[in-house]
């Protein structure tokens, strides 16, 4: 069994700083690409940033220059340290991993941290 684990989420004043953490735990080959989506009340759940193991990066144009994306691959996690924070990026905030098992690829996903920004 795959386990992601989140934390960091909380309430935060808008303009400051909140650090998002997914832990992969389990029994796997490998940790692919890694990422963060949200999904805010009556929206989609959408891409905010991915990383693929080899350190390539993607973000969502909302978040761009504000949000960084990080991973240690020694310890299966990623990171989203998230600044200059707006009430838009209120959301539940959730991982996903692409992990490599047994001939293929599995897709998981965390169960969602909750970051809300108060104007």
């Known amino acids: 069994q795959v386990q992601l684990v989140e934390s960091g989420g909380g309430l935060v004043q808008a303009g400051g700083s909140l650090r998002l953490s997914c832990a992969a735990s389990g029994t796997f080959f490998g940790v692919n690409t890694m990422g963060w989506y949200r999904q805010a009340p009556g929206k989609q759940r959408e891409l905010v940033a991915a990383?693929?193991?080899?350190?390539?990066?993607n973000y969502a144009d909302s978040v761009k220059g504000r949000f960084t994306i990080s991973r240690d691959n020694a310890k299966n996690t990623v990171y989203l340290q998230m600044n200059s924070l707006k009430p838009e990026d209120t959301a539940v905030y959730y991982c996903n991993a692409v992990i490599a098992g047994l001939g293929r690829n599995y897709n998981y996903w965390g169960q969602g941290t909750q970051v809300t920004v108060s104007s």
């Open positions: 990383i693929t193991s080899g350190g390539s990066t």
